[in-house]
């Protein structure tokens, strides 16, 4: 069961939501060929100090850094370090965080300097599966509606879904039930009720879906090495329809 949410607590989360959107606009014009990865954490961190909210990723579960910062064909939780970024790479940027015991959670996949088209068309796809499938976030929908969405979108475009990471509800905590999958048949799962709040977060690849987890425990890539992108808004689930936190 997806915990519900009370008008205050959507309004804090929209609180965080409008912060955490704030540092990703200052944090996306940052990127740029030259700059390292690690450069890209601790810009991250001082933006999230600058606002007074607390990193959600640092730490959690053991992962090292404020943002996950994956470069082409890592999918996700990619870990900051002395990696430079170079024209025409694509980096998929990954923040979390805490106001006041309010998470949100949003992600955006960016090109460094000029990139290919096939590559702008990946990102492209991916950031509108993610407006398909917040469109599906209404009281009386199955969580699966979202899914399938997501899903038919990508395909239809040649691409394909992430099987092995999924969306989450958030909000006391940064992960809460259920899962959201990013792939699945419509009209199954839980129904969608006011007050709920889903991190919806779809991770598409160029090639196969299969991925991989390298030697350091967290950063997944793919399997067959092409490149990854992901996009990710926290929503609110609403009488009017959904709401987005993170715009």
Not at 6 to 20: C, F, N, R, Y
Not at 105 to 121: F, H, P, Q, S, W
Request: with cysteine; hydrophobic share 40%; charged share 25%.
């Amino acid at each position: 069961m997806i915990p519900l949410k009370s008008d205050k607590d959507i309004q804090m989360m929209k609180t965080a939501g409008g912060i955490l959107k704030r540092i990703m606009q200052k944090l996306q014009m940052k990127v740029a060929a030259g700059i390292t990865t690690q450069e890209m954490d601790g810009l991250a961190e001082n933006l999230m100090r600058e606002e007074g909210v607390i990193p959600a990723f640092k730490n959690y579960k053991g992962f090292p850094s404020c943002v996950c910062t994956s470069v082409n064909e890592e999918i996700v939780h990619g870990i900051p370090g002395e990696r430079v970024l170079k024209e025409g790479d694509i980096v998929s940027l990954d923040l979390g965080v805490n106001l006041e015991g309010y998470f949100s959670d949003m992600a955006v996949t960016v090109g460094v300097g000029k990139v290919r088209n096939e590559l702008k068309k990946l990102i492209e796809v991916t950031r509108k599966s993610l407006s398909e499938g917040i469109r599906f976030a209404r009281p009386d929908n199955h969580l699966s509606d979202v899914s399938y969405a997501i899903q038919s979108y990508v395909e239809r475009h040649g691409f394909s879904v992430v099987r092995q990471f999924v969306g989450h509800g958030i909000g006391r905590q940064l992960h809460e039930e259920p899962e959201i999958p990013n792939f699945g048949p419509p009209h199954q799962g839980e129904l969608l009720k006011k007050g709920m709040v889903l991190a919806i977060e779809p991770m598409v690849n160029m090639g196969g879906w299969e991925s991989a987890i390298l030697e350091n425990g967290w950063t997944a890539v793919t399997k067959d090495g092409l490149a990854s992108a992901h996009f990710e808004h926290t929503v609110a689930v609403t009488g009017k329809g959904p709401e987005i936190l993170t715009q």
